[in-house]
């Protein structure tokens, strides 16, 4: 797919959304509902809380903020990836697949200013979306793109990024194509010596899941560091680029290295993030 600019709300899209007001889900009242040519979005509110859904029926819950306060922590995956830059210096120059509400870039272009985010989505519906329901635009230190993933990730120049944030998503998981050993090895020879890869994985598909750690595996020639959600079948695969012995790090390496890079990325304490998943980080 060639890259576009991001557009306004489509006149089809400003009908849907005066239309879907009529409804709820689950209890929802939906404000939006939709189709594009990758995906049927509906956009929901309930207690305070809104939400992007892709799939039939809204099977999967991309983005959800807080309406009075769009920086709350909803969900629990966005910490783990800013806790990813805590454990590698290289860690200035971001790529991220899959945009969804734009939630984390829009906690990026705040609070980390003299990082670099460039998000890579592939449906023009969905950054127009984010945009009139979740308050993203791009920023001097967050690109947007248009374009699809794998393609871009194609043409990127090799050794080009310190990290690389896999969160696309197509509302059953993550798509074929994005899952398997040639797509995780070039992503691997796109990161920079000492890069981090970075996957948001769901245990809820358990035969693809386990697959897709099998793949990483492989293709990295390491066991991932794992960071499973507690509130979520969320797991993020972090997976080092370098023959360094020491990857995974242990906790206190952890705590070691989040002191040295930032405590907090907005909501999240990183230590905090820290202290869920692994056993001895201390302040």
């Not at 947007?144 to 194609?154: N, W």
Request: charged fraction near 20%; charge should be negative.
């Amino acid at each position: 797919m060639t890259e576009e600019p991001k557009k306004k709300l489509s006149g089809l899209s400003q009908i849907w959304r005066g239309f879907a007001n009529t409804f709820s889900k689950n209890d929802s009242k939906v404000i939006y509902e939709g189709d594009s040519n990758f995906h049927h979005v509906t956009i929901t509110e309930k207690e305070g809380i809104r939400t992007l859904h892709l799939g039939p029926g809204g099977q999967e819950s991309e983005t959800s903020i807080s309406i009075a306060n769009p920086e709350a922590p909803i969900f629990e995956y966005p910490g783990i990836f800013f806790l990813g830059l805590s454990l590698t210096p290289r860690n200035k120059n971001i790529l991220m697949l899959g945009l969804g509400g734009g939630y984390i870039p829009n906690l990026f272009k705040k609070y980390l200013k003299n990082h670099h985010l460039t998000v890579i989505e592939i449906d023009p519906l969905i950054a127009e979306l984010a945009s009139t329901y979740f308050g993203f635009e791009p920023s001097d230190n967050v690109t947007l793109i248009i374009s699809d993933g794998l393609e871009y990730v194609a043409r990127a120049k090799n050794g080009h990024y310190d990290q690389i944030w896999l969160d696309a998503f197509n509302g059953n998981y993550i798509p074929a194509h994005m899952c398997d050993s040639d797509f995780l090895a070039m992503v691997k020879l796109k990161l920079a010596e000492g890069g981090l890869a970075i996957q948001n994985l769901h245990q809820t598909a358990w035969m693809h899941f386990r697959a897709q750690l099998e793949h990483t595996t492989k293709v990295f020639d390491q066991t991932p560091l794992l960071f499973a959600g507690v509130r979520s079948a969320n797991t993020i695969a972090m997976s080092l680029n370098s023959d360094d012995a020491d990857w995974p790090p242990k906790a206190p390496e952890i705590a070691s290295r989040i002191k040295a890079f930032q405590p907090k990325v907005g909501p999240y304490s990183l230590i905090d993030e820290a202290r869920k998943q692994v056993k001895g980080p201390s302040d």
